[in-house]
């Protein structure tokens, strides 16, 4: 019963989310799907790299530290039909994410909308 | 343990919804990215579409829920697990519960037994159908392919009037053979599958029993429905049937998805580790 209310509300998270289609070859249980948070940083690198895209970048906090963060997105092959290319996003680019952190308190994302110098970027194709 | 999920997950859901006004809905495919796509735009949503043409599947399709038909669960399940479970038998109860799936959300994938994700093993057919890529439809005279874009997992259906096999290979993708029922109806029946892989990607069962009824219904030039039943009377008690519905995408082209070790190495890299292969 746990599986499948966990499961159930699981469901409902990415139908208000408006997550769309699937995201991912694997599940989200690794991250904190209680809570999302919005990051602002500088981009340091892009993966466009099998099974997802991945990006690198930093974070400057209040007391000026800096956190080196990475964000996963889908497949680069959906990506690329969407318009993406391995180039969309450059080091030194300005983005602001919208995901969810790993439950262990690493600093990665399971990214659900992402914006970069030039806007809003899709996170499938249609 | 799970269950204290619902409150948090319910309102993290409300709180992204709140922040479209920082980060407003994806853009359109094709648009607001830099420099597009090297393989063009996805079409626009599709208009009045033209007649289907006859005994013609030829095209890439793209698996898209219809307003009010299905659900998020055709990301992992064939019916709504909630409302429709599948009728499984003893065996099959048994082997559900060992199940620990990671795409229902429930195992992470260092948890997970998932065969397909821990071991980069074919999925089987019909849980091909779950991986959220494009396939292609390839007809020839005697055989039409089934080109998944997934690991470019292929099936050769025959069409040369041959009977399924009475005594198959036990293989992962099984034994197919099509014939057109009528000008926009194809249906594939197959056979012959070992029993390491999951009927879909919550874990349930299936025996080498299993046999697979496909049918293919071209509703015009865009749209099309696949119909599927399970039968497996070792592990489901009645046949498990289902409807998934597809788009056609003729700018696209099949890329490259490919279960290699970069799956396994996300393991790492869901952890919180950088390992994974350039």
Known sequence: MTRKLSFLFGLIAVLVIGAGPALAHHGGAAFDQSKTQTLTGTVTQLDFVNPHVVVWFDVKGADGTTTKWSGWLTAPNKLQRAGWTKNTLKPGDMLTVVGNQQKNGSPVLQIRKIAGPEGDLPTFEQ | ?278
């Not at chain 2, 069409?159 to 005594?167: C, S, Y």
Request: glycine share 8%.
């Open chain 2, 1 to 278: 343990m799970r269950t204290r999920v619902i409150a948090p997950t319910l309102a993290a859901a409300f709180a992204l919804a709140a922040s479209a006004t920082l980060l407003s809905q994806a853009a359109p495919a094709g648009q607001g990215a830099r420099g597009g796509g090297a393989r063009g735009g996805a079409p626009a949503a599709a208009a009045a579409s033209a007649p289907a043409p006859a005994k013609d599947l030829s095209g890439i399709w793209m698996m898209r829920n219809p307003p009010g038909k299905n659900g998020p669960w055709t990301n992992f399940t064939y019916t709504d697990p909630m409302k429709a479970p599948p009728a499984l038998t003893e065996w099959g109860q048994a082997q559900f519960k060992l199940a620990k799936d990671s795409n229902g959300g429930n195992y992470t994938l260092d948890e997970t037994n998932d065969p397909v994700l821990t071991k980069c093993y074919p999925p089987g057919v019909p849980r091909v159908y779950f991986h959220p890529y494009p396939f292609e439809v390839i007809q020839t005279p005697k055989q039409t392919l089934l080109v998944y874009e997934y690991d470019h997992w292929m099936r050769r259906v025959h069409t040369d009037g041959r009977a399924l096999p009475t005594d198959p290979d036990l293989i992962w993708m099984g034994t197919s053979v099509g014939r057109w029922v009528d000008d926009h109806n194809f249906q594939v029946e197959t056979v012959g599958f070992n029993e390491k892989t999951w009927l879909d990607r919550l874990g349930h069962a299936h025996s080498d029993q299993l046999k697979v009824t496909e049918n293919f219904r071209r509703i015009d030039r865009d749209h099309l429905e696949l119909d599927i039943k399970m039968e497996d009377p070792k592990a489901l008690a009645r046949p498990w049937v289902t409807t998934f519905y597809y788009e056609n995408r003729p700018q696209w082209e099949l890329g490259e998805i490919s279960c290699s070790g970069d799956y396994l190495d996300w393991t790492q890299v869901e952890k919180g580790g950088k390992e994974y292969k350039r």
